[in-house]
C-alpha cells in the first residue's frame, strides 16, 4: 500500500512494499533503456558542411510507444517536422524525472522513499505519467489480455500519482509533528 506524507515545507515521504519499490524500479529502468536507445541513435546536424553540435533523429520515431510519449508532449497534432525537430529536448526531459525517480528509490531492503523537495516531487509526477502513457499505447496495441493485465497497473500508479500530487501539493503544516 502507498502512504504518502508531508513534512514540513519541503519533505515528502512515502511508504511503500518493497514488490512495489522493485516493479517502480523495473519501470523506470526499462523506460529509461528505451528513450535512451532513442536519444542514442540521433545523428549529429550538419549546417553548411559543419557540425553544429545539435543531434536529431533521421525520422519520426516509429516505435509506437516513443510516439505516444511526445504526441503527449506536444500534442496529438503535431507534425512530422515538430515531432522530430522537438523530440532530443522532449526525450532528454523524460531521462531526467526518470533519473529523478531512480536516484530517490531506496535500496534493496527498505520502502521508504524520501523526496527531498517539491522539484523532486514534480519529477516523479511526471514521470509516473510518462509511463502510464507508455503503458496505455503498449495496451492498445496489444490483445484483450495485455490490456485487462495493463490497466490494473495504471490504475496502481494513478493512484500512487494521485496521492503524491495531494500530499506535494498541499500546504505544509510545520507546526505540525510529521509522526
Excluded: K, N
Excluded at 4 to 32: C, H, M, N, S
Excluded at 107 to 113: A, F, N, R
Excluded at 141 to 158: F, H, M, N, Q, S
Aim: glycine share 6%.
Amino acid at each position: 500500500m502507498i502512504c504518502w506524507d508531508r513534512v514540513g515545507d519541503e519533505l515528502v515521504v512515502g511508504v511503500f512494499e518493497q514488490d512495489e519499490i522493485a516493479l517502480l524500479r523495473e519501470y523506470a529502468t526499462l523506460f529509461t533503456r528505451l528513450v535512451r536507445q532513442r536519444l542514442d541513435s540521433h545523428e549529429p546536424v550538419e549546417l553548411l558542411g559543419v557540425r553544429v553540435g545539435l543531434a536529431l533523429p533521421a525520422s519520426v520515431v516509429e516505435d509506437e510507444r516513443l510516439l505516444a510519449l511526445l504526441r503527449h508532449h506536444l500534442g496529438a497534432d503535431a507534425d512530422d517536422h515538430e515531432l522530430v525537430w522537438r523530440e532530443p529536448d522532449c526525450l532528454r526531459a523524460v531521462v531526467d524525472r526518470l533519473d529523478v525517480v531512480l536516484a530517490t528509490l531506496p535500496p534493496e531492503g527498505s520502502g521508504l522513499v524520501v523526496l527531498d523537495d517539491v522539484a523532486q516531487a514534480r519529477a516523479w509526477l511526471d514521470a509516473g505519467q510518462d509511463i502510464i502513457t507508455v503503458m496505455g499505447a503498449v495496451a492498445g496495441a496489444a490483445g484483450p489480455d495485455t490490456v485487462e493485465r495493463t490497466a490494473v497497473t495504471i490504475a496502481w500508479l494513478a493512484e500512487l500519482l494521485d496521492r503524491l500530487h495531494d500530499h506535494a501539493t498541499r500546504e505544509s503544516d510545520s507546526s505540525a509533528i510529521p509522526w
